[in-house]
């Protein structure tokens, strides 16, 4: 039984179907328990959400939040509370499985996660992908040698993180260095697991930035055979960052992986919506790239 946990806010409903999707169309031989996490989930949204899993005979579980937990943590527009829900989820699940598989909801599963959740983590507490942030370790004051890992996908050791009070640890390190952090909870994961890591292999965790570098700034993070892999045959598609799939705007190169899974769901006539101006600053962004176009734009602003 592979235990995945994820959580969500109810606007990231839909979202949250077609990577529910995307991950049972391509793990049909997985028996897989879906552990999901809110706080403010209505039980209409809960519904579709159990729906879309026992679809496919697979076991779910419902776990409410309780939003005080979170009272202390930087929210914004674009950033939620849901981002925190990862810090309790290794408390809440330890007593069901040692080993837990949290993935973000903007995602897509390409590939069978098996090989992923048989990975050795015991002498770690987690298992994450490199990111492309070279300020990251000197800005959290650790060696940059360990690299700065995204939080998007992580392969946790439930046991680990409860013995040592590792939800504790982090949320008085998230209210103690507040203005320090750039990217909230993922900072605070990174200060204090930089070195209780277990890297990853990037293609478990296609960052959108991958497309928007030079290979010679990939290269300073990743292999010349993990590029050509991360790029043409990830195994996770994250769409990391402000610009997502289901944006006008977004110029991903497997954005029509969500495409291909929003078709089978009940949202499977989804369009983005854009007017005469938007549609031009497409034409735009597909002619001279996501960098040139920033860089234009941020001139008249």
């Given at each position: 039984m592979i235990h995945i946990a994820c959580a969500a806010d109810n606007k990231?409903?839909?979202?949250?179907?077609?990577?529910?999707?995307?991950?049972?169309?391509?793990?049909?031989?997985?028996?897989?328990?879906?552990h999901f996490f809110s706080a403010d989930f209505n039980i209409e949204n809960q519904k579709i959400i159990e729906k879309t899993v026992t679809k496919y005979q697979q076991k779910f579980s419902f776990y409410p939040l309780d939003a005080e937990l979170f009272k202390d943590c930087y929210v914004s527009n674009h950033v939620s509370f849901?981002?925190?829900?990862?810090?309790?989820?290794?408390?809440?699940?330890?007593?069901?499985?040692?080993?837990?598989?949290?993935?973000?909801?903007?995602?897509?599963?390409?590939?069978?996660?098996?090989?992923?959740?048989d990975l050795n983590i015991e002498n770690y507490t987690i298992a994450a992908a490199n990111e492309i942030n070279f300020d990251g370790p000197q800005r959290l004051g650790f060696d940059e040698k360990f690299k700065y890992f995204n939080a998007g996908i992580l392969l946790i050791n439930a046991k680990n993180w409860v013995s040592v009070n590792l939800q504790e640890?982090?949320?008085?390190?998230?209210?103690?260095?507040t203005n320090k952090l750039t990217f909230w909870d993922q900072d605070a994961l990174n200060a204090n697991l930089y070195n209780k890591r277990l890297t990853l292999a990037p293609h478990w965790n296609q960052l959108s930035p991958v497309f928007e570098v030079n290979n010679d700034t990939l290269l300073k993070v990743y292999s010349a055979e993990e590029?050509?892999?991360?790029?043409?045959?990830?195994?996770?598609?994250?769409?990391?960052?402000?610009?997502?799939?289901?944006?006008?705007?977004?110029?991903?190169?497997?954005?029509?992986?969500?495409?291909?899974?929003?078709?089978?769901?009940?949202?499977?006539?989804f369009k983005p919506s854009a007017n005469f101006k938007t549609k031009l600053k497409y034409l735009l962004l597909k002619l001279v790239g996501k960098n040139i176009y920033t860089k234009f734009f941020s001139i008249f602003q």
């Open positions: 990231f409903t839909q979202h949250t179907v077609v990577m529910l999707t995307s991950l049972f169309e391509n793990n049909k031989e997985n028996e897989i328990h879906l849901a981002t925190y829900y990862r810090i309790v989820i290794p408390n809440i699940l330890v007593n069901q499985s040692s080993k837990i598989l949290y993935l973000d909801t903007d995602i897509v599963v390409c590939k069978n996660l098996k090989p992923l959740w640890i982090l949320f008085s390190y998230i209210k103690l260095h590029i050509k892999i991360l790029k043409t045959s990830p195994a996770i598609v994250h769409y990391a960052g402000s610009s997502k799939p289901w944006d006008y705007l977004n110029i991903h190169p497997f954005k029509g992986e969500y495409y291909k899974y929003l078709s089978l769901t009940d949202w499977k006539d």
